[in-house]
């Protein structure tokens, strides 16, 4: 098969998944939204009006879509490793309240440019630990990574639940106190028309994390590895990579992903940290990579995807439930998650007969 | 008459986790992961409070839990054996599925956004004390016998060899000419029917279906069949722990002797450490995860 061939297969098979999933969403939602006795067309225009149809709508859009970048970038890592880390809920409230942290610590008079930077940094470290551990026992022990991020979820929830409670909260509140230093600027500080609405520069923190995971993944000599191992351990073994080396850190690269998401929130909308404030944006993640098919460019395109769908439920609520958008979230993963190995089995079924009557042909040729 | 009262509350706590832990060790030793089993837990309080409710009758409550379950299980089903899906999103999915549809029909069907009105539970009303009186219900009969009969199933009965031979090898098992995938689907029948019954205990024990009523009881029930090293009895074994470090707990409230936070996290620290391997290590069945 020629190259070009080849590499439209491969889009085809990128592609399709989603555009099934995507038909069979809005079939399903038609059929929520007459339930509920109203006009689907009237829905979808509410929908679309409500999240692209004005600046604010928009702003909300990017402001989640920037949490789920950064939550499906981390489960890309580690998928591109061949693990699932479920973890990036915890990892994600994790680097949230790292960045709390430091942003109460610092000293309120530092410079922004000094500031931002520690609290990402702290962010990210902490969302690396908490993405570590796992690594570390599946590395170490052979530990089931996808048990023990599930697990390590309610314990860091719980774990953080408690220092805010018992150690730093706002009396009243499940809050800590505003930070001194680390705000990251808001959208509408510079473009006036997205006033209200929670965007804010870390959108950039996520644009570029996503340009430094393709980099790493396909530019360099450790993403390489990283990727070899996710497509046939033994060989990469064989091959001279550290196996176990290379699951704790893309484990731990993986964690600082979703760490990085919680400076959305926390530096970028609120200026505190809050309990429960990750809200399934880190199980979100999972959605994004897998529409995305866990290349960071095809994540930023599910991220907004998504955070159109989350947004949007908000838009229609007064006239359908928006949890309508929630099921149709769940049901893209379920359908593309199940579109995908059928999709690959039929188009490599597919091109296999193509290059097979072509090379028919070709040896009837040499024969005339 | 303390130690008495913390027994029955602990086997109240322990009914749901019972029922799931069995669903999942049943599904796990069939080869598919059990991450759904919120998600059914859930479709099964769910189905229950409907059920209960049209039915007028907690056996009907029962009824509409199953069938709740059922649906589940059979999206669960066709994506994982006919469609070979990848078995740790189908179950994120699923989970996401049950959470946003049963907020979605709670709104359509009861008009509220938490909880259902009241609906007909397993009596005991009558009853003077209300400790005893849950042991009128059904349901927690069938939790406690759960796992002590899988345990006969599995390896008293050529059903739960054919059972544990698709889970450890299916090539084997096909070879002596089982049909695994009919077999995985069973078994995915049955632990869907436990977990939906786990579901259906909650419900209609508070009379109710409340949004998210589950919360996290899956997960926790998960915990007890790694913890249990998917051994019937050792996982009822931890059921049972963890729902009387939960009692403890309660009845430990007023004392603060350890903050709340951290008995919740008693199940997950030690399914961490079982799989890690520091004292016998959890081994899972072989094939689990792979259905191609």
Known sequence: MSTTALKSTRVWEAVLPAVVALGLAAVLGDLLILSFGESPAAVWTLLVKGTWGNAYGIGQVLYKATTLTCTGLAFAMAGRAGLFNVGAEGQLAAGGFGAAVMGLLLPSALPAVLAIPLCVVSAMMVGAAVGALPGALRAKFGASEVIVTIMLNFIVLALLNWIVSAKLHLPETLRTPDIAAGNVPRLADTFAM?????ANFTLLFAVAAAVAGWWYLFRTRSGYELRAVGLQPE?????????????FVSMAISGALAGLGGVNFVLGYKGYYEEGFAGGAGFLGIAVALVGRNHPFGILAAALLFATLSQGGLAVNAVVPKQLTDILTAAVILSV??????????????AASVTASLARKSTQGVGA | MI?????????????????????????ERVGIIALGLEGLMLSGAFGAALGSYYGNSPWAGLLGALVAGGLI????AVSTIRFRANQVVVGVAINLIVAASTRYFLRL?????????????FGGEGIGNAMFASFLNPVVWIGLAALPALGWVLYRTPFGLRVRAVGEKPEAAATLGVAVNPMRLKGLYIAGALASLGGAYLALDQHQFTDGMTAGRGFIALAAVIFGRWEPVRVGVACLLFAGAETLQIQLQGAQLVPSQFVEMIPYVLTIVALAG???????PAALGKTD
């Open chain 1, 194 to 198: 997205f006033r209200g609405s929670a």
């Open chain 2, 73 to 76: 299980t059979s999206l669960l």
């Open chain 2, 3 to 27: 130690l008495l009262a913390f027994i029955l509350q602990t086997l109240r706590i322990a009914v749901p986790y019972l029922l799931a832990a069995a669903g999942g060790v049943m599904s």
């Open chain 2, 109 to 121: 069907v009861f008009d509220s956004s938490s909880n259902s009105p009241r609906v007909p539970g």
């Open chain 2, 278 to 284: 520091v004292v016998g290590r959890s081994v899972a």
């Open chain 1, 337 to 350: 998650a199940t579109a995908v190995p059928e999709v690959q089995q039929q188009i490599r079924a597919a």
């Open chain 1, 235 to 247: 060989a990469a073994e064989y091959g001279g990579v550290k196996v176990p080396r290379v699951l």
